[in-house]
């Protein structure tokens, strides 16, 4: 009788002590984009290595209901009657709803000011200090994140570069701040089905959202003496990114080489890989990461990687990239040639391996449960 007392008290305080977080993935409507792939392996990391007592609920768009299994419970502004424009809203129905929320990106539109739940926020970069067009918009900006960073009680960085630019420009007000590193997870397949674009000549391959900062338009130089094509793929939907690719283009046509220059818009997971596995090398020249998880694809595959040494980059490729010192022309040439003959000579595959096996999905779940652990 006693035992069976003690056993129905443990199974209440297993329960009382069950902490439930709200995972805020909302942006992951934004396919074939990093934040879309950094919640997508965060949250199947989570709930692969959280604790019993942990009880998770995700904030996604309809679209995406079940996507990270049927155990679980999942949430979006639809789901209720009136539309709310801020979580706020819809936490103050039921304060206590949840313990912790993880708000997995500083652009957010979610709130939570007045809810009981203890605030994580994840900033994966400030990189509109480089990218607004004047001061007002800076400015805008620069409240917009200062308002994310006052109403959390605990800030996660991506990067030790991510981490400095946070406290050089945000005051956070003695609050903890921790550095994270994000995973690099590949999903490779056996076989896999030729891109819609399949290049006639060796070629050199760049992937991200085509924006100003990604600089691709300083690699047409590369193209020049040799018969090399330049793949370049990613999001560019939008005005802006359209518009840079009209840059990128015009740039090429500069030095002769626009009809070697290819802009396939966005790629599949297997397109991707197959133009990681059959690059002559990948490039990545961007101004401006919090921190980058394509240079750590293309090492998986064994690719040279050529890359800026700004930002949060060196911080993410350590000593098994190439390193652009500056995007003058014959500067960049040389570096590639040097690079190409290095990696040719030497064949680095294993530092390529071990550079890209150090960020991996478990490390940074576990470190996440690790702070939900101390609220």
């Known amino acids: ?140 900006e620069h409240k917009k994140h200062q308002q994310m960073v006052d109403m959390a009680d605990h800030i996660v960085c991506i990067s030790q570069f991510s981490k400095r630019t946070v406290l050089d420009h945000l005051d956070v007000k003695g609050k903890p701040v921790d550095v994270i590193y994000q995973g690099c997870s590949i999903e490779e397949f056996d076989a896999v089905d030729l891109p819609r674009y399949v290049p006639d000549a060796p070629f050199l391959f760049a992937i991200s959202n085509l924006l100003p900062k990604k600089n691709f338009h300083v690699l047409a130089p590369l193209l020049k003496n040799n018969n090399y094509k330049l793949v370049i793929s990613g999001i560019n939907h939008h005005t802006d990114q359209r518009e840079y690719a009209r840059k990128i283009m015009e740039h090429a046509a500069l ?19 197959w133009y990681y596995k059959n690059c002559l090398a990948f490039m990545f020249p961007s101004l401006a990461e919090g921190f980058g998880f394509p240079p750590l694809e293309a090492m998986y595959f064994g690719k040279p990687v050529f890359a800026s040494n700004l930002t949060s980059v060196p911080e993410v490729c350590g000593e098994a990239a190439y390193y652009f010192k500056s995007f003058e022309p014959d500067d960049m040439i040389r570096t590639f040639e040097e690079g190409m003959h290095h990696f040719e000579t030497v064949k680095p595959i294993k530092k390529l391996k071990d550079q890209y096996e150090f960020f991996n999905w478990d490390k940074t779940a576990k470190e996440y449960i690790d702070i939900y652990k101390k609220y």
């Open 1 to 140: 009788m006693v035992r069976k007392q003690l056993s129905k008290f443990d199974t209440t305080l297993t329960r009382s002590a069950t902490k439930k977080v709200l995972l805020d993935f909302e942006r992951m409507q934004f396919e074939h984009t990093g934040f879309y792939y950094f919640n997508l392996h965060l949250g199947n990391a989570l709930l692969k290595l959280a604790p019993p007592n942990i009880d998770f609920s995700f904030y996604v768009v309809p679209e995406q209901f079940g996507m990270f299994g049927s155990g679980v419970q999942y949430s979006s502004k639809e789901t209720f009657h009136r539309k709310p424009r801020f979580l706020f809203d819809l936490l103050n129905r039921d304060k206590s709803k949840f313990d912790i929320i993880h708000i997995s990106d500083q652009h957010s539109h979610f709130t939570p000011k007045d809810s009981n739940a203890t605030i994580i926020l994840t900033i994966h970069d400030l990189n509109y200090l480089i990218e607004s067009p004047n001061a007002k918009a800076l400015a805008e």
């Open 255 to 273: 030095q002769g080489v626009a009809d070697r220059v290819i802009i396939t818009g966005p790629v599949s997971n297997h397109e991707r890989q």
